[in-house]
């Protein structure tokens, strides 16, 4: 586990209608749902609580590109989620790919036994396990963490 970063992380994907929100414990063994947050104007405080509750080394923000690794309008929305939420918190925001998170987390619910329909409340959740995961075997098995850093937006004079 050389270059590993010990500390809880917060995973998060960002939707629409709803924010996906994982963790993971200190040693990144297992990622783990939390809750679903619904897309409004306290999504972001709602973040920022859970940020004081988790002590969370850094989120991690789902990045959705297509196939082709090319930016999407769900980019663009996550990049200023992205920046929005580093602007509240002092916790380091990183973006990471999340291609496939969303798909294999209907694939994952669909193989327990749930419908679309009935697991629209927890997909969110699921995806933003998956792109959690993801993260933490990526630093694991690279000794780098996976994305990259949304700087913090200076404030012009």
Same mark, same amino acid.
């Given at each position: 586990?050389?270059?590993?970063?010990?500390?809880?992380?917060?995973?998060?994907?960002?939707?629409?209608?709803?924010?996906?929100?994982? %963790?993971?414990?200190?040693?990144?063994?297992?990622?783990?749902?939390?809750?679903?947050?619904?897309?409004?104007e306290t999504?972001?405080?709602?973040?920022? !609580?859970?940020?004081?509750?988790?002590?969370?080394? !850094?989120?991690?923000?789902?990045?959705p590109v297509?196939?082709?690794g090319?930016?999407?309008?769900?980019?663009?929305?996550?990049?200023?989620?992205?920046?929005?939420l580093?602007?509240?918190?002092?916790?380091?925001?990183?973006?990471v790919?999340?291609?496939?998170?969303?798909?294999?987390?209907?694939? $994952?619910?669909?193989?327990?036994? %749930?419908t679309?329909?009935?697991? %629209?409340?927890?997909?969110?959740?699921?995806? $933003?396990?998956?792109l959690?995961?993801?993260?933490?075997?990526?630093?694991?098995?690279?000794?780098?963490?996976?994305?990259?850093?949304?700087?913090?937006? !200076?404030?012009?004079?």
């Amino acid at each position: 586990m050389t270059g590993f970063r010990r500390g809880v992380r917060l995973g998060i994907d960002v939707g629409r209608a709803r924010v996906g929100v994982a %963790r993971c414990d200190p040693d990144g063994m297992l990622a783990v749902p939390v809750e679903t947050v619904p897309r409004s104007e306290t999504s972001l405080a709602r973040l920022a !609580e859970l940020a004081k509750e988790y002590d969370p080394l !850094e989120f991690l923000v789902g990045l959705p590109v297509n196939m082709q690794g090319n930016d999407t309008p769900s980019t663009t929305d996550a990049r200023e989620f992205a920046a929005a939420l580093q602007q509240l918190t002092a916790v380091p925001v990183r973006l990471v790919d999340e291609r496939l998170s969303t798909v294999s987390a209907h694939a $994952a619910l669909r193989g327990s036994g %749930r419908t679309q329909r009935n697991s %629209r409340s927890i997909v969110d959740q699921v995806a $933003a396990v998956v792109l959690l995961q993801h993260a933490i075997d990526t630093e694991k098995s690279t000794g780098s963490p996976a994305g990259s850093v949304v700087p913090p937006i !200076e404030e012009s004079p």
